[in-house]
């Protein structure tokens, strides 16, 4: 088996974590910025977190032949402070040099609130500018419907915006149709408790069909599990999805998508 795993929380995992994900077949990982668990209390904490993704976490990855790329933003639940997130983004273009960042991301909304919406615009300016790939993250549970609406509207209310160069990450069953509909991608998220188990993901790429969809673990400091992928690769083959259906979903659907940067090189 070879998979991408396109969004995973290294920084918050142990060594062991990136031998076992190579051994089960992984080719790359690409890593997102996102909220480390408690809120940042300067800039200066997000330009270190920066040099930690595209510096020391890529070196890392590299002891066990893996590339890794990241994305940057600010996360959603940090925005509610504006000060802090315009700083961020001033920083950001300095980062978006770097040969291993594919994007802006994961950017989106937390609690829907109207200082996380005016930072998501600001996000998505900067993408339009810079002509960078976007990652979004959606809202948990009650929040996510709703939220993956607005996000969608924000998205689609920037005419330089192609949605086939954004992919909206964590969709489950009721927001998984509105995302393809509009022409953007969708991310399914693997984890043991909440979004998606194996079973429910491969249930749903039955229903809605494989075609720009991504599968990822996400894995981060909770419970969550580096090897979801490959888990549910395993649980395609079991109901009985050929192999080339398998690689075309934990594989060729990443490369498809996270090439349109010609930073992406996996070989
Ligand atoms: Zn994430």
């Known amino acids: 088996m070879r998979y991408i795993e396109p969004h995973a929380h290294m920084v918050s995992r142990i060594t062991d974590d990136y031998e076992a994900m190579r051994l089960a077949g992984c080719e790359a990982i690409c890593e997102p910025a996102f909220w480390a668990g408690f809120d940042r209390s300067s800039v200066d904490g997000f330009y270190d977190y920066f040099c930690q993704l595209t510096d020391y976490e890529p070196k890392r990855a590299a002891k066990f032949g893996l590339p890794h790329f990241s994305w940057l933003c600010i996360n959603p639940k940090e925005s509610e402070d504006m000060g802090l997130a315009r700083d961020v983004l001033g920083i950001i273009p300095e980062f978006l040099k770097r040969s291993n960042v594919l994007g802006i ?5 937390n609690k829907n609130t109207r200082n996380e ?3 998501l615009e600001e996000h998505i300016d900067l993408a339009a500018k810079y002509d960078q790939l976007i990652l979004v993250h959606t809202p948990h549970l009650e929040d996510k419907f ?4 607005l996000i969608l509207d924000v998205l689609r209310a920037d005419s330089r915006i192609h949605p086939g160069r954004v992919i909206i990450d964590h969709v489950e069953e009721h927001t998984v149709e509105m995302v ?3 022409g953007f991608w969708a991310g399914i998220t693997l984890y043991p408790e909440s979004k998606a188990t194996p079973a429910r993901a491969v249930d749903m790429v039955e229903r809605a069909g494989m075609k720009n969809i991504w599968l990822n673990c996400a894995c981060d400091w909770g419970r969550s599990e ?3 992928v490959p888990r549910t690769a395993i649980e395609m083959g079991r109901r009985g999805h050929s192999k080339e259906a398998v690689d075309a979903l934990v594989f060729g659907n990443p490369v498809r998508f996270l090439s349109q940067n010609p930073r992406f090189q996996i070989s």
């Open 146 to 149: 709703k939220g993956t609406r």
């Open 105 to 109: 991301g994961e950017i989106g909304l």
């Open 180 to 182: 393809l509909e509009a």
């Open 226 to 228: 580096p090897l979801a």
């Open 117 to 119: 919406i005016t930072i």
